[in-house]
């Protein structure tokens, strides 16, 4: 998160204006402060652009024979749209197979949370989930679904609130073998969705 008290300030000010744009006082008392909160707000639902998966990952890369599937299941994340900045939100379930390495289990929520973190689309955080996964331990293969809710689909257009929209992304053995995929597949859809 920046710290930059001008760049805050002028985030304060657009939001002042957005609020007076709209047709609200930005001087009543329930929102004197509500342009510094917003801004808080902005800077914490964004984190992801000051993380990255190496710093996340740390030392948590560890030499393991292991061969079978790890998935860690029901990763809760939460987002914003690129599209109307409104927040998106569901689970993450991500699978890899090793190849000599494993990663500490809690990594995985982590990975998803560095680019959950950040302006979305769904399509493309399924994607940079999967990819940083394959970087960090060159595994056999990866597995990653995605089941969220968007605000910009239940808020406002369609408005469609019990509409969910499901992304994979398969690599490796997970792409390339049938068995595996529908094994993963399989335990990904297995629980509860939202």
Same mark, same amino acid.
């Given at each position: 998160?920046?710290?930059?008290?001008?760049?805050?300030?002028?985030?304060?000010?657009?939001?002042? *204006?957005?609020? &007076?744009?709209?047709? +609200?006082?930005?001087?009543?008392?329930?929102?004197?402060? *509500?342009p +510094?909160?917003?801004?808080?707000?902005?800077?914490?639902?964004?984190?992801? #652009?000051?993380?990255?998966?190496?710093?996340?990952?740390?030392?948590?890369?560890?030499?393991?024979?292991?061969?079978?599937?790890?998935?860690?299941?029901?990763?809760?994340?939460?987002?914003?749209?690129?599209?109307?900045?409104?927040?998106?939100?569901?689970?993450a379930?991500?699978? #890899?197979?090793?190849?000599?390495?494993?990663?500490?289990?809690?990594?995985?929520?982590?990975?998803?949370?560095?680019?959950?973190r950040?302006?979305?689309?769904?399509?493309? /955080?399924? &994607?940079?989930?999967? &990819?940083?996964?394959? &970087?960090? /331990?060159?595994?056999?293969?990866?597995?990653?679904?995605? +089941?969220?809710?968007?605000?910009?689909?239940?808020?406002?257009?369609? +408005?469609?609130?019990?509409?969910?929209?499901?992304?994979?992304?398969?690599?490796?053995?997970?792409?390339?073998?049938?068995?595996?995929?529908?094994?993963?597949?399989r335990?990904?859809?297995?629980?509860?969705?939202?």
């Amino acid at each position: 998160m920046r710290s930059d008290p001008a760049a805050a300030l002028r985030l304060g000010d657009e939001i002042r *204006t957005i609020l &007076d744009e709209i047709g +609200e006082d930005p001087d009543r008392e329930g929102l004197r402060r *509500t342009p +510094e909160r917003v801004e808080t707000s902005l800077r914490w639902l964004t984190r992801g #652009y000051g993380l990255s998966v190496k710093d996340v990952v740390g030392s948590a890369v560890f030499e393991e024979s292991h061969q079978s599937m790890i998935m860690v299941r029901d990763i809760d994340l939460y987002s914003l749209c690129e599209h109307h900045m409104l927040p998106f939100f569901g689970r993450a379930h991500v699978a #890899y197979i090793p190849d000599g390495k494993i990663v500490g289990l809690s990594k995985l929520p982590r990975i998803v949370d560095v680019f959950a973190r950040r302006l979305q689309v769904q399509e493309r /955080l399924t &994607d940079q989930v999967a &990819d940083a996964v394959m &970087d960090v /331990l060159q595994p056999q293969g990866v597995g990653v679904v995605i +089941e969220a809710a968007h605000f910009c689909m239940m808020m406002r257009g369609v +408005e469609k609130q019990n509409s969910r929209t499901v992304t994979s992304a398969l690599r490796g053995v997970f792409r390339d073998d049938p068995k595996t995929r529908d094994e993963f597949l399989r335990l990904a859809h297995g629980g509860n969705s939202y």
